[in-house]
């Protein structure tokens, strides 16, 4: 779907429309205050690690993921990814079954159960903070140190999924940039035992773009945040363009990008989740930043993590 967030989501000031959803954002609280009152709760034979979110989108979630899908591998478990089905994320899964079984169903639960029939020990949920049927043993909340919480509101008032008293269920909050105090604080308050920890991302081909003309753009829950990756390392943006999250490119746009970079001696680089849903016939014009996470603190955050498990 070609959906932009909202601007006004992320506005720090008050604005009218926000106040104007107020009536369907209430609606929306108060039906999932209902749900998880009567919603059946399962657990399981291995742990289950959820990585999820708050803010909608944006936060480093599926990247967090593999990263720690590489962790628990290292310290000799069987981990696999397990999501829900959704036909518009097909670039994520693509990138999670590059390394690991990926299990995907319309009911979590089903995906799970499944993945411990296949001799899974570990099982991790991208997304699913907000999914109560699924026990978890280990929540991990991301968020982007950039866009924080945006307006503040839930949807479709902001761009929250629910409030930041849901901080309670989880154990770490993953800051996606740069150390920011004021936002452990306030974290703090709502869980006063919840371990934060910071990642970055690494470029692990960036040489192949430095002193060079680079038309970039992205598809992705927050493209500002891959633009600004390429700025820090001094790579010469001639142009960039931003399209809403899992973006499907059109023939004719694609066409319309490579044809420019051609015109204009450049080279096209997008992100890894974008090459990936891009047609075959296109990626020979194309290339992408690959990215790796890393954890401030790695060590400390292992040893966490074990004693869990």
Excluded at 143 to 150: A, K, L, M, V, Y
Aim: charged fraction near 30%; charge should be positive.
């Amino acid at each position: 779907m070609k959906i932009f967030k909202p601007k006004f989501w992320d506005y720090k000031k008050t604005f009218i429309l926000p106040m104007l959803l107020a009536p369907i954002t209430l609606l929306n609280i108060l039906i999932s205050f209902i749900r998880k009152l009567f919603i059946k709760r399962y657990n399981f034979s291995i742990p289950v690690i959820c990585v999820g979110n708050i803010y909608l989108g944006g936060t480093g979630k599926t990247p967090f993921t593999i990263k720690l899908f590489n962790i628990l591998k290292n310290i000799y478990k069987n981990p696999v990814f397990i999501r829900k089905k959704y036909k518009s994320f097909h670039d994520e899964v693509v990138l999670q079954k590059k390394i690991s079984a990926v299990y995907e169903n319309n009911y979590r639960v089903d995906a799970i159960n499944e993945a411990i029939q296949k001799k899974a020990d570990v099982a991790i949920l991208d997304d699913g903070f907000q999914d109560f049927s699924v026990n978890k043993n280990l929540s991990i909340v991301c968020f982007n140190e950039r866009q924080w919480i945006g307006n503040g509101f839930i949807l479709p008032s902001g761009p929250l999924r629910e409030s930041l008293s849901a901080l309670s269920r989880a154990k770490f909050a993953i800051i996606n940039g740069e150390k920011n105090i004021q936002i452990e604080k306030i974290i703090t308050e709502k869980n006063k035992n919840i371990k934060i920890y910071y990642i970055k991302y690494k470029p692990e081909n960036i040489k192949e773009f430095q002193d060079k003309k680079i038309i970039c753009f992205a598809g992705i829950g927050n493209p500002t945040n891959f633009f600004d990756l390429l700025n820090k390392y001094n790579v010469n943006i001639f142009e960039k363009k931003s399209f809403p999250d899992h973006y499907n490119y059109s023939e004719k746009e694609l066409d319309t990008l490579i044809e420019k970079s051609k015109k204009n001696n450049a080279i096209l680089v997008t992100t890894e989740k974008d090459y990936f849903r891009i047609e075959e016939k296109y990626k020979k014009n194309i290339k992408y930043l690959k990215i790796e996470v890393e954890i401030q603190n790695e060590n400390k955050f292992i040893e966490e993590l074990k004693k869990i498990l």
